[in-house]
């Protein structure tokens, strides 16, 4: 009987490993994007950024994170920029739809106005993609690259074919967690890259700690820490409403 059990474990851990390498290019960045769906949370960033004449820039902001996966509207995040002296932060709310679309809105820290970002270029120094991916993105061409290794772990290397040039992801196929970003212009040229490192599961959810973005158009380079991560529930969801002034 015990050697009947354990032939029948092996045939499902085998054919759960044939499921896994079956999965398409859409289906794996699927999963990466997805990965921390329903997990409200909270957490702190250190953003240090220095642009081509060296200069050094720090930012701390704070991202919180409400699911509602059963409605329309089923992912909301707020940003809030800590002030830097008297200098007031400014707030970012991103809305993400089950369609696939983004709304996002930035509250002016002099005036307090209320400005839409919806289908606009941010003029942010800091590349937040690895805070969150649009699913939009599944609406693009993919397709598989050779696997590579990255950080030591084996991963499947997903191509995204945008409009305005390609997006590589590395991704490891056991818990899709994507280790590595770059992206490159229509002729193929990178533009930018994304590394990650010290990688962290003091919370039941695998994260990295750091990030690192090498623009080499701008010659510039952005390193990103989390200095705190919780999973939280949110008992003040107006915090994700936009204040609009009636």
Same mark, same amino acid.
């Given at each position: 009987? %015990?050697?009947?059990?354990?032939?029948?474990?092996?045939? /499902?851990?085998?054919?759960?490993?044939?499921?896994?390498?079956?999965?398409?290019?859409?289906?794996?960045?699927?999963?990466?994007?997805?990965?921390?769906?329903?997990?409200?949370?909270?957490?702190?960033?250190?953003?240090?950024?220095?642009?081509?004449?060296? +200069?050094?820039?720090?930012?701390?902001?704070?991202?919180?994170?409400?699911?509602?996966?059963?409605?329309?509207?089923?992912? %909301?995040?707020?940003?809030?920029?800590?002030? +830097?002296?008297?200098?007031?932060?400014?707030?970012?709310?991103?809305?993400?739809?089950?369609?696939?679309?983004?709304?996002?809105?930035?509250?002016?820290?002099? &005036?307090?106005?209320?400005?839409?970002?919806?289908?606009?270029?941010?003029?942010?120094?800091?590349?937040?993609? &690895?805070?969150?991916?649009?699913?939009?993105?599944?609406?693009?061409?993919?397709?598989?690259?050779?696997?590579?290794?990255?950080?030591?772990?084996?991963? +499947?290397?997903?191509?995204?074919?945008?409009?305005?040039?390609?997006?590589?992801?590395?991704?490891?196929?056991?818990?899709?967690?994507?280790?590595? +970003?770059?992206?490159?212009?229509?002729?193929?040229?990178?533009?930018?890259?994304?590394?990650?490192?010290? /990688?962290?599961?003091?919370?039941? /959810?695998?994260?990295?700690?750091?990030?690192?973005?090498?623009?080499?158009?701008?010659? &510039?380079?952005?390193?990103?820490?989390?200095?705190?991560?919780?999973?939280?529930?949110?008992?003040?969801?107006?915090?994700?409403?936009?204040?609009?002034?009636?």
């Amino acid at each position: 009987m %015990l050697k009947y059990i354990q032939s029948i474990s092996i045939f /499902l851990i085998m054919q759960s490993a044939i499921y896994a390498n079956e999965l398409s290019a859409n289906e794996t960045l699927e999963k990466a994007i997805k990965r921390i769906d329903g997990i409200d949370h909270e957490m702190q960033i250190e953003i240090k950024s220095k642009d081509k004449n060296n +200069k050094l820039e720090k930012t701390n902001l704070q991202i919180s994170v409400l699911w509602q996966l059963d409605q329309e509207k089923y992912k %909301l995040i707020h940003i809030k920029e800590k002030p +830097k002296g008297k200098k007031k932060g400014r707030q970012l709310w991103v809305h993400t739809y089950k369609d696939g679309k983004e709304k996002k809105w930035i509250r002016m820290p002099r &005036s307090g106005k209320i400005k839409d970002l919806t289908g606009k270029k941010s003029s942010q120094k800091v590349d937040l993609s &690895s805070i969150t991916m649009p699913l939009s993105l599944l609406k693009k061409d993919l397709s598989f690259l050779e696997d590579d290794i990255i950080n030591g772990i084996s991963c +499947k290397v997903v191509k995204v074919k945008k409009k305005t040039g390609y997006i590589h992801f590395w991704i490891d196929p056991i818990d899709y967690i994507v280790h590595k +970003k770059q992206f490159f212009d229509k002729e193929n040229k990178l533009e930018k890259e994304v590394l990650y490192s010290e /990688l962290s599961d003091s919370s039941d /959810l695998k994260f990295y700690t750091q990030e690192i973005i090498k623009n080499k158009k701008k010659n &510039s380079i952005v390193e990103i820490f989390v200095t705190d991560f919780r999973q939280k529930t949110h008992e003040d969801v107006n915090l994700f409403n936009i204040p609009f002034k009636k």
